[in-house]
């Protein structure tokens, strides 16, 4: 495997970040979104045995439970 910038690899680089974003909305719903375009391409690392793969099974599994999620806070609403 290339890799474009050698040197800036996650566990090279301290500025190399991930953004993801969960959160439940009052009505019961909830929202996951990743701020990667290298999210899905890093699902099979490993042979699937990594954080990104963990994170989405979990994501997934969640979204796919039929238990409601929890509603926002009186005062928050």
Do not use: K
């Amino acid at each position: 495997m290339n890799d474009p910038a050698p040197g800036l690899g996650g566990t090279e680089a301290e500025i190399i970040r991930a953004e993801m974003v969960f959160f439940e909305t009052p009505s019961g719903g909830a929202v996951f979104s990743t701020g990667s375009i290298a999210w899905s391409g890093s699902l099979s690392h490993e042979e699937y045995q990594n954080d990104v793969a963990r994170i989405t099974c979990n994501v997934l599994r969640r979204f796919l439970d039929d238990a409601p999620f929890a509603t926002a806070p009186e005062f928050m609403i």
